[in-house]
């Protein structure tokens, strides 16, 4: 019988020297990371799922993690929805819209930061173009000669949207008295005080409270983390450069670009905790558009699917509606941008590092003072909305329908949009 070795040969194709055999382990062991199961070697496929869930997501954050589920965990696999979840949590922690960063998030889980790119483009790009061209909407309505009364439900809708979504965040986050009162305080001052500024102090002010009336030690948990610092860096860049130059120029484009970017990066939760910030300084500030204008791109929104936050692009559209068709588009596109960048770098900085970043306790804590007092500023932008729409008889009961519309969940959005339009068209 042939001895062990000579049974083998047969086998031994190409023998390893010696002094490459950990050269050749190493390379194996970086080819099975690189084809982990977790990653996608489909971008296409998994693309098209994401532009699946930006068509059929209606109705802020909540609605949006119900089509998460269904399509990228239930159909598709790409991820548990215990992991659904964990990654929810990260987002809600940072500031920015929160389904937009979940989602931008898997991307980044499933191939790297290209990926998360591209999901963040896909996710996006089909509203943000359509807000870009209903920011032509007066101006189309006026080269018509169609009366803009065709609108006036819109804005009395949309403060319907607001005024639900202040009544279910603020049942969310008061916890005991002191979110209670963190809420309070937080829609007194924010009524009160109207500057851009505020809204950064309240929020730091909310965190801060719950962090210092903690009763657990070792909150400041030390942690090893060895985050990737140059999107920190890109990130300060961005706010830094972008607040000198829109100092240095005259030129509004750089104002906007500076304006949305911190928008982007002082709201945590989604569309509706930025409309107090962006109306304060869009409206009341720099009187970029009026009230109705304002609500009537916030209404327009409702009934779309996709993030909130490209109420941007419509808003920036407005802003630049003094210059050429280009420029405008030009505008709208810059602000829409502008304000999805911050929450992009930001997953791109702590998402490698999230397992760690995670068991730090005073994060989690300060969440839930940010989180009152951004209900407290929701509640606060309802009160001014509605009196600023104009307390009117068929502009309550607008509000009222659209509140109890919503509530009950048989009418879907864009549903609710057409009435409105109708009604405008009727009445």
Request: charged share 15%; aromatic share 12%; proline share 5%.
């Amino acid at each position: 019988m042939p001895n062990g070795e000579n049974c083998l040969k047969p086998f031994i194709t190409n023998p390893i020297p010696p002094d490459k055999t950990y050269l050749v382990m190493n390379n194996q062991l970086r080819d099975i990371e690189n084809h982990s199961p977790d990653k996608v070697s489909d971008y296409t496929t998994f693309l098209k799922d994401v532009l699946t869930c930006s068509l059929g997501a209606y109705g802020g954050p909540e609605a949006h993690i119900g089509v998460f589920i269904d399509q990228l965990v239930t159909r598709r696999n790409y991820l548990t929805e215990e992991e659904l979840v964990e990654l929810l949590a990260l987002c809600s922690i940072l500031p920015g819209p929160t389904s937009t960063q979940t989602i931008v998030a898997i991307g980044h889980k499933k191939g790297g930061p290209l990926l998360a790119l591209l999901t963040m483009f896909v996710w996006a790009a089909p509203v943000l173009l359509v807000m870009t061209t209903l920011s032509f909407l007066y101006t189309i309505l006026s080269k018509t000669e169609v009366s803009s009364d065709i609108l006036r439900f819109i804005g009395p809708m949309a403060v319907g949207f607001i005024v639900l979504a202040a009544w279910k965040i603020s049942k969310k986050v008061v916890l005991d008295k002191l979110t209670f009162s963190l809420l309070v305080f937080s829609t007194i001052v924010t009524y009160a005080f109207r500057f851009p500024l505020i809204f950064p102090i309240v929020l730091a002010a909310g965190g801060l409270t719950t962090i210092l009336t903690s009763r657990k030690s070792d909150i400041w948990n030390k942690v090893s983390i060895t985050p990737p610092w140059r999107y920190l860096l890109f990130f300060i860049l961005f706010a830094a450069g972008a607040f000198f130059l829109s100092l240095g120029t005259d030129l509004k484009i750089f104002h906007l670009f500076e304006s949305f970017y911190r928008y982007g990066y002082l709201v945590f939760g989604g569309g509706q905790v930025v409309v107090p910030v962006m109306y304060g300084e869009l409206v009341e500030v720099n009187n970029e558009m009026t009230n109705a204008e304002f609500l009537t791109g916030y209404g327009l929104v409702q009934g779309l699917p996709g993030p909130m936050f490209s109420f941007a692009a419509y808003a920036g559209g407005m802003a630049t509606r003094d210059g050429s068709t280009i420029y405008q588009i030009v505008g709208a596109l810059v602000s829409g941008i502008a304000i999805f960048l911050p929450g992009l770098l930001l997953i791109y900085f702590i998402y490698p590092v999230w397992e760690n970043v995670k068991k730090i306790q005073a994060i989690k804590i300060s969440l839930k003072g940010i989180n009152a007092v951004a209900g407290g500023m929701i509640t606060a932008a309802a009160i001014i909305l509605l009196q600023l729409n104009g307390i009117e008889i068929a502009n309550l009961l607008a509000t009222l329908i659209t509140v109890v519309i919503l509530a009950t969940r048989k009418v879907p959005a864009p549903l609710l949009v057409v009435a409105a339009l109708l009604a405008g068209t009727a009445f």
